[in-house]
């Protein structure tokens, strides 16, 4: 077979190589329900208030100041409503900051292999990336990079600190 070939079934093997949760696992961690990553007309919209960003802040303070980071469910890397309207703001700011690059970081929890994880984590990456090229961003201005399960945010071992660590985070290059 060649590389090309094996370099797209990887992802497959590894989804079908995960371990299953109980289905209450999974309805705590999901609720909500999930949107496909793209706006529908998000370089239209206007919901960040430039005048309102401290000019005197880094830009990476002034993106966490409208939100640098969307969160994802259990074994999930599509783009919710709530982290569609981080992203909106997102975008509109990098509208207004031409020569800012992000580098999109996909993280994960604790739980799965360490493969498993990479894969997942550049998949959630990877759909903050579409979101944002979809609402008019060039995807010359984005980069994505996948941690897996390598840098949480919390640690510990509980529903809310998998949440929190089931996270895509902007971080301006």
């Known amino acids: 077979m060649k590389r090309t070939n094996l370099l797209l079934l990887a992802p497959l093997m590894l989804l079908a190589a995960c371990s299953s949760v109980s289905d209450k696992d999974k309805e705590a961690s999901t609720a909500g329900g999930y949107t496909t990553p793209f706006p529908g007309n998000a370089a239209g919209t206007s919901t960040v208030d430039q005048s309102n960003l401290n000019s005197n802040l880094s830009p990476q303070q ?7 980071r969307v969160f994802f469910g259990y074994d999930q890397f599509e783009v919710s409503p709530e982290s569609a309207a ?3 703001k997102q975008a ?4 207004a900051n031409p020569s800012i690059t992000l580098t999109i970081e996909g993280h994960c929890d604790e739980r799965g292999t360490r493969e498993y994880n990479l894969a997942l984590g550049q998949k ?4 903050v990336q579409r979101y944002l090229a979809a609402a008019g961003i060039d995807n010359s201005r984005l980069q994505t990079l996948s941690f897996g399960k390598e840098r949480p945010a919390v640690a510990g071992s509980s529903a809310d600190v998998w949440a929190q ?4 985070v ?3 290059n």
């Open 62 to 68: 002034q993106l966490a100041q409208i939100g640098d």
């Open 124 to 127: 959630r990456a990877a759909s």
């Open 86 to 88: 981080t992203l909106d």
């Open 92 to 95: 509109e700011w990098l509208r």
């Open 165 to 168: 660590n089931r996270r895509a």
């Open 170 to 172: 902007s971080v301006v």
